[in-house]
């Protein structure tokens, strides 16, 4: 059994991603790598950026939310994708430090990251979501 990873599930209309991991830091990463698979994001080879991104929001749910939403407009708005995260949740805040490069292809642009059904539940396998993307 993996510790911690993704895996896309079926949906009518949307993209869905199930993510899971031990804790909730690598579950936020879980997402983020899952919903790059999911829209074939591609990243240069050249000219690595990093970037810092931080909030705060009243629940776990909320924050993964808030998380993806950057780093969908962060390939929407400046044409930037994230492999490698750095990530600390403390209470109501995530504090992220991410790594990657400019997109060289994205096969299909993810417009949201929704909270239709979205709860972060433990399970045996530690904590796990369920994630409808808008696409």
Known sequence: ????????????????????????????????????????????DHEPVKKHFETEAPDPESLLIAFLSELIYSQE?????????????????ISANMEGARI????????????????ISKTARGLEAEIVFDV
């Open 77 to 93: 708005q400046q044409n930037l994708g994230f492999s490698q995260f750095d990530i600390r949740i403390l209470e109501s805040r």
């Open 1 to 44: 059994m993996k510790d911690r990873g993704f895996e896309e599930i079926p949906h009518t209309a949307d993209w869905a991603l199930r993510v899971w991991a031990t804790d909730l830091p690598s579950l936020f990463q879980q997402a983020a790598m899952g919903m790059n698979v999911l829209a074939g994001v591609k990243l240069a």
């Open 104 to 119: 060289q292809s994205i096969d299909k642009a993810i417009k949201a990251a929704t909270f239709h059904n979205l709860k």
